[in-house]
Structures are given as structure tokens and as C-alpha cells.
């Protein structure tokens, strides 16, 4: 097993002074990502772990966050993953189901649902949230709904040499509320292709991001940076094994 130093690695600061969007015209070998050890601000660090069995799928992981929670993960005969559910043990009590997430695919394995629910007072796991995509060109759609809440959201994802460049988020069909602009560095993206992220659309760049800015249209955001940067650490082989966000987030990665 091959465990990353992480205290006495160097920094590797990434300029983003250009919108050059580079894609890696080689991919690192096949990793897992084994532990994320979260350091947030002004607040106790955490670290969370995760299980694989025999043939390399992701099976459980462990937030130490919430000390009491555990999830668990299963997967459809095409090894595309199917349900990731959250369970909740308290002392000398059998563990208690408190949300999912389902997720369905197109033909192509594109994702085309996810529905995440949640534990109500009447101890009922019912759906929250679904988001609904749609593949357009170069764009992909995504629109949220609530059978809880009447207000629906729309965010566009445009795509560019295998990343991100912009997003935009609209509160109806037409009624555009702020837009984002991407970076990125020329590493391999340590999200790309994992369980853990598979319904976060930036799983699927070829790149990690290193910059966005906004243009709000709602003079509602009020964001602690803009533009944020993000700032990586990597080991040999490019993975980011410590990723600092200016907002003063920063985790480390361990992997297998």
C-alpha cells in the first residue's frame, strides 16, 4: 500500500493569470482515494474513510465529522452505482436509515436522475430533492425540484476542452441570477470517475479547478472571495494530495 506523506511535501501554487483550459493527454493509473482529512477554520479537524471490497468498489465510508453516521454503497450489475444510503447509530441502538441518494443513468451510463431523501419527523424516508439532466452539445442541464418546496432551479454547465468554463444559475427558465467562471491546472482531476463524487458535475473534468469568479445579476451574493483560488500540493504521479482553498478550507488526500 503506497501512504503520501503529507506534512512535508511542498506547495505547488498554480497561476491562473490566463483562461487556458489544458486537458492531460495521459491519465495517472487507477487509484482510490482511502481517507480525506477535512481542517476547516476555526473549527476541530475531521477525517473521513472509505472501504473498498475485493474487485475495487467503494462499499462504506466513515464520517468523523458526524461521528455517529456511516454510509453504505451499492451498485448496479454494471458496476455503476445505484444507491448511497446514510445511517445513523447511537449507543446500544440498531443503525437507523436517515436519507439516500438513488441515482438512474441514460443508456450511454450518463447520469439521468438523482433523487436524495431524508428522514422526516414521522421517521418516513421521503424525497427532498430531485435533479433531472439533460445533455445538450456542449452543455449539460441540470434542474432541481422539491415535492417539499415550489421554487425549481436551473444550472447550466458549459464545457470546453473536457472542463467546466462556466455555470449559470437561473430561479426559472429564464430569469438568469449569477454566472461562474472557471480555471484549472494541468494535473488529473482527484475527483474524476469516484463514488464519492459521481453526482457533483465536476467529477467529470479532465482537471482540477484552480480559480472561479462570479458575475451576479441579483445583487443578492455576497461572497468572502471573488475570484477564489484554490491552491494543490501533488505527489509524483500528479494527484493532489493537499488542496487549500483561500476561504481557509483546506483537506488532505490519502490514497491506496
Not at 476555526?42 to 462499499?59: A, C
Not at 441515482?103 to 428522514?119: A, K, L
Request: contains cysteine; glycine residues 2%; charged residues 25%.
Amino acid at each position: 500500500m503506497k501512504i503520501i506523506s503529507l506534512l512535508f511535501a511542498s506547495f505547488i501554487l498554480i497561476s491562473c493569470t490566463d483562461n487556458t483550459v489544458t486537458v492531460l493527454e495521459e491519465s495517472v493509473d487507477e487509484f482510490k482515494i482511502k481517507a480525506i482529512n477535512y481542517i476547516p477554520n476555526g473549527d476541530e479537524d475531521y477525517e473521513n474513510n472509505f472501504e473498498y471490497d475485493n474487485s475495487g468498489k467503494l462499499i462504506h465510508s466513515k464520517d468523523h465529522h458526524y461521528s455517529t453516521r456511516f454510509k453504505l454503497y451499492e451498485y448496479y450489475g454494471n458496476d455503476k452505482l445505484k444507491l448511497v444510503s446514510t445511517y445513523s447509530t447511537l449507543e446500544n441502538e440498531e443503525p437507523k436509515l436517515i436519507g439516500k441518494d438513488s441515482i438512474s443513468y441514460n443508456e450511454d451510463s450518463s447520469i439521468s436522475t438523482v433523487v436524495t431523501s431524508w428522514r422526516n419527523d414521522n421517521e418516513e424516508v421521503l424525497p427532498d430533492l430531485i435533479y433531472t439532466y439533460e445533455y445538450k452539445d456542449d452543455v449539460l442541464i441540470i434542474k432541481q425540484e422539491s415535492p417539499n418546496r415550489p421554487q425549481e432551479y436551473l444550472t447550466k454547465y458549459f464545457w470546453e476542452a473536457g472542463n467546466i468554463t462556466k455555470t449559470q444559475r437561473f430561479s426559472s427558465e429564464d430569469k438568469l441570477d449569477i454566472e461562474f467562471f472557471y480555471n484549472y491546472d494541468e494535473k488529473y482531476n482527484f475527483k474524476k470517475d469516484s463514488p464519492l463524487f459521481v453526482t457533483d458535475p465536476f467529477s467529470l473534468t479532465q482537471n482540477n479547478v484552480t480559480r472561479y469568479n462570479a458575475k451576479d445579476y441579483t445583487g443578492l451574493y455576497d461572497p468572502v472571495c471573488n475570484p477564489c483560488r484554490t491552491f494543490y500540493n501533488y505527489n509524483s504521479e500528479g494527484l493532489p494530495v493537499e488542496v487549500n482553498h483561500e476561504w481557509n478550507k483546506i483537506f488532505k488526500i490519502l490514497y491506496q
